[in-house]
């Protein structure tokens, strides 16, 4: 029967049947150009037998147009797409677009012409001519590039073009990438690191499946000892994906990587340029790229020997993705192992609590390093009580905490104070008429930055130029900030300690691999004396300089109180006391809190995480909160609020009655706008019993809604906003 299903990528459409014209030759995972209409629309092949069919005659099926000049998707990562779409409610069309995330890449082999020097000279030799030609030695990219590099227009280059100085090549677009040498440097490992490493590279000569997770102190050096199977898989040459959390993470990774294996790895995250991105695809896709380092939507490239997988940092909560497809990366990670029939390894020092209880309960093979390398200590760990230790008035940093970074300098050391606030401040009002700025497309203040003096939002992006005066009451010189962000930090630091050196490092000034690299640079070379930073900071950096770390506010993400607060604030507090003293000096961390008795807060102090996480696991139970019992959440948005409102109260009103299935709401998101859209949720509570997924699509499919609302599902949600 010369008839085929497909998927194809419209979340509007069920799968489509069509024809397969005579002499194509066509089979499942193949990613084919359908007719729909009068346009053409891509589709993948599928297993007619897995996707529901559709009732149209062979007779009035209507062709194939063609098939891409990509490999076929293979069965593993159709059935990681089928999966991924089941459990987080999502549409198959939404997944499988993930997988064909390079437009360019299914067009097929292409070649782009790059130029460089062919060392002759120009008739008229200019001093900007002369300069682009030096800035140009040993360089090959395009014009524009060229261009960049160099620092003159395009069509001074142009000119050097004409006049043979510089020569055209054709490049093959998706050449291979330099090969990664297994064995590059060898690298003695500690008894503890060789135990756990080669576990790990006996489970990729095994190739089965096989979950680990790696729990490792700060330092123990996890990076290392999972190098270790890496190295083993690329013996075996098989393809390995390392899963990062924060792109600021990779230039350090990069790195070391570099200096284990000889050459970078090939990189996959958001902002690559659509020529990088189909290098990496259509490499990933031949099996030419042998280690792919990526953010979370690099689990769904078309892998053609995938041998290991590594989540890094696994309890990091961006590997949740909060739009569109809501996925956790971690677990769908375990998943495309499971399919590929490989190891996968979740290193972390922190883990979450669902990856710890899954180690428990004989799931998860865990694996320990509870030392640091080379004998370092973990950092002795106060608590700065500041009900007791009150900071000067308008300031933020207690006493101590200024005379601890005062004797790093002193000592030529660095101090790295934390505080998880970008801006100066998180709050600005008016001392004259109480006026506050507010977003206008957000239930949220605008933060104010000094540094670009600014007004924005962290929600949509929305800024404005600080005003000085009041836009309400229109009194000059009447604004006052409120509460600390990290520039007020910085500033405070500067006024106490006025030789310091101060740094603040954010996503507004780490914004490109370049500038992190340069930070990285600055520190260890030691430029900087004191850094303040948000969360970015708090993983990956090894600085051994660094022996003060100070806290500045523990109770921030205590604060808002969802069920999860307790166990971030505790794996961000640890974290970032994982960069004191890594080196040879001991390392010293500063708590700033109001409340010392809090049970994170004393289980910090006491260094005592089994105490910390039998609490948290004790609460969880109770409250059947994940791992014990299920959550999901239905989020309803839209531009219009009556229609929002009314869109929430049908669901609510149809909403099923099931055993073991509790359903809280519809009421308003506490961001009850965002990004100029009004939102409701509803939170569901089940029993782990519960198919719950089966009960979302029941109940949700029977509705219809206005164009204009959107209904989003979160199972297993990290945000409660
Ligand atoms: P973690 O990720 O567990 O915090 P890292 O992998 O960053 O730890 O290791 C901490 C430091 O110790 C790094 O500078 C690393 O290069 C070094 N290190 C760890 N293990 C070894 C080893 N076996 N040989 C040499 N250096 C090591
Ligand atoms: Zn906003």
């Known amino acids: 029967m ?7 990528l419209n979340a509007a459409l069920g799968p489509l049947d069509y024809k397969v014209p005579d002499g194509m030759e066509v089979g499942p995972g193949h990613v084919v150009e359908c007719p729909l209409g009068p346009r053409t629309i891509i589709g993948i092949v599928w297993e007619a037998e897995r996707l529901p069919g559709t009732e149209v005659p062979a007779e009035k099926l209507r062709p194939i147009r063609g098939i891409l000049p990509v490999p076929p998707l293979s069965a593993p990562l159709r059935r990681l797409i089928e999966w991924t779409a089941d459990y987080y409610v999502a549409s198959l069309a939404g997944v499988a677009r993930m997988a064909l995330s390079s437009g360019g890449a299914l067009k097929g082999p292409a070649t782009i012409t790059e130029y460089r020097l062919t060392g002759g000279m120009p008739e008229r030799l200019t001093p900007q001519r002369l300069a682009a030609m030096e800035a140009l030695e040993g360089e090959q990219a395009t014009i524009r590039e060229l261009a960049g590099i160099a620092g003159v227009s395009e069509g001074v280059l142009r000119g050097l073009v004409n006049q043979g100085v ?17 064995d590059f440097t060898q690298v003695e490992l500690s008894p503890e690191q060789s135990e756990a490493a080669d576990t790990l590279s006996k489970a990729v000569r095994d190739a089965k499946f096989a979950p680990f997770l790696l729990d490792g102190v700060t330092g123990s050096g996890k990076t290392e000892t999972y190098f270790e199977p890496v190295a083993e898989a690329l013996r075996m040459g098989r393809q390995v994906l390392v899963l990062l959390p924060e792109i600021a993470l990779t230039e350090n990774f990069l790195h070391r990587f570099e200096e284990r294996f000889g050459v970078a790895p090939v990189l996959w995250h958001s902002s690559l340029k659509s020529t990088e991105r189909r290098r990496a695809w259509r490499n990933v896709a031949s099996g030419e790229a042998q280690v792919v380092v990526g953010a979370r939507s690099a689990l769904f490239l078309p892998f053609r020997k995938l ?75 106060d608590l700065v009580d500041l009900t007791q230790e009150k900071p000067p008035h308008g300031m933020w940093l207690a006493q101590r905490l200024v005379d601890g970074i005062a004797e790093r300098l002193e000592r030529g050391e660095q101090s790295l104070l934390f505080l998880n606030r970008r ?41 404005t130029p600080s005003p000085d005066r009041c836009p309400e009451c229109g009194e000059p010189d009447c604004l006052v900030a409120c509460g600390p962000g990290v520039e007020r930090i910085a500033d405070e630091v500067a006024e106490r300690l006025p030789d310091a050196r101060v740094f603040v490092a ?87 809190t109001r409340h010392p008795e809090a049970s994170v807060i004393a289980a910090l102090a006491a260094g005592d995480r089994d105490a910390f996480y039998s609490v948290e696991t004790e609460m969880r139970r109770e409250a ?16 219009d609020e009556a229609e929002a409102r009314e869109a929430a109260r049908r669901i609510g009103d149809t909403r099923p009655q099931v055993d073991d299935l509790m359903i809280l709401g519809p009421a308003p998101a506490p961001m009850a706008l965002l990004r100029g859209r009004y939102r409701y949720r509803l939170l569901m509570n089940a029993r782990r019993s519960v198919q719950l997924q089966d009960v979302i699509r029941r109940w949700l499919g029977s509705l219809d809604h206005p164009p204009g609302v959107r209904v989003g599902v979160d199972i297993d949600p990290y945000s409660f906003v």
């Open 506 to 592: 954010t996503s507004d000034t780490l914004n490109s691999p370049g500038r992190a690299a340069e930070f990285i640079a600055q520190v260890e070379g030691g430029a900087i004396d004191v850094i303040v930073g948000t969360q970015l900071v708090t993983k990956g950096f090894h600085f051994p300089e660094l022996t003060l770390v100070g806290v500045v506010d523990a109770d921030l993400g205590l604060e808002g109180g969802d069920l999860r607060a307790g166990e971030r604030t505790y794996q961000q507090v640890a974290q970032v006391a994982g960069r004191a003293g890594r080196g040879e000096k001991p390392g010293e961390v500063l708590i700033q």
């Open 307 to 381: 041998g290991f997988i590594v989540v890094d940092e696994a309890h990091e909560t961006s590997f949740k993705q909060e739009d569109g497809v809501r996925y956790n990366a971690r677990d769908v990670a375990v998943m495309r192992a499971h399919f590929e029939g490989i190891p996968v390894v979740l290193a972390s020092a922190t883990p979450a609590l669902e990856s710890l209880q899954m180690a428990e309960s004989g799931v998860y093979a865990k694996l320990d390093l509870p030392s640091r390398f080379g004998g370092a200590e973990l950092p002795s760990i």
């Open 2 to 8: 010369n008839r085929v299903r497909c998927l194809v």
């Open 624 to 639: 059947g909160a994940p791992p014990f019992g299920r959550w999901a959440s239905i989020i309803i948005s839209s531009e």
């Open 166 to 182: 510089l020569e055209p090549v054709e490049v093959d677009c998706d050449r291979p990438y330099d090969e990664a040498r297994p």
């Open 423 to 463: 801006g100066y401040a998180p709050l600005t009002l008016c001392r004259n008429c109480g006026f506050r700025f507010q977003c206008p497309n957000c239930s949220a203040w605008l933060v104010e930055h000094r540094f670009t003096r600014r007004l924005a939002c962290h929600h949509c992006g929305h800024e």
